[in-house]
């Protein structure tokens, strides 16, 4: 009788993990919104080339490579998030298959998100460092310090993740 309630909750609770495929469907959804807002904003500026100063070029192309960094994330988190947690995608011999896929674990998924947030974050910094008079000394300080917050985060992850793997490493190599 235990086997059976233990047999059957262990395959619920496996089961479970296709509760996530909403919220993957709904990171789909988000990238379609990234693309429309990456559409109107492209065509927002061949619209105004002739009237925009060279910064403003700058800051609409700086604008588009953030929301480039945003997709490129979204789409990391479902590849890995989905190979992780709910099922493997059945692809392999597709010849577009990405090199990493199937390779991204949780703790290099951690990794490519912090990098990926650093690279966003470092973006809207030199956006604003670039209309810089319409910012105050306060706030830049704080979107530094924000920005130092996340790259020393990604360091120390890096290196709990480096340490981590290291005596399993050495013990395997033994």
């Avoid at 309630?5 to 993990?17: D, H, P, Y």
């Avoid at 479902?78 to 577009?96: P, Q, R």
Wanted: proline content about 2%.
């Amino acid at each position: 009788m235990f086997k059976i309630v233990e047999s059957t909750l262990e395959k619920t609770i496996f089961a479970s993990r296709w509760i996530l495929a909403p919220f993957y469907l709904g990171l789909i959804g988000g990238l379609v919104m990234l693309l429309y807002k990456f559409g109107e904003g492209f065509l927002h500026s061949i619209h105004e080339i002739h009237h925009s100063s060279e910064q403003e070029v700058v800051m609409d192309v700086l604008a588009l490579i953030d929301m480039s960094l945003a997709a490129n994330l979204t789409l990391i988190v479902i590849f890995a998030g989905w190979e992780n947690f709910v099922s493997k995608l059945n692809i392999d011999d597709h010849e577009d298959r990405p090199e990493w896929m199937g390779h991204v674990d949780f703790s290099k998924l951690k990794l490519k998100l912090l990098a990926s947030i650093v690279a966003i974050s470092a973006i809207q910094l030199l956006r604003a460092f670039m209309q810089v008079d319409q910012y105050s000394t306060e706030h830049l300080a704080w979107m530094v310090g924000i920005h130092m917050t996340f790259v020393v985060s990604g360091l120390i992850l890096a290196v709990m993740d480096r340490v981590s793997d290291s005596p399993a490493k050495g013990a395997a190599e033994h």
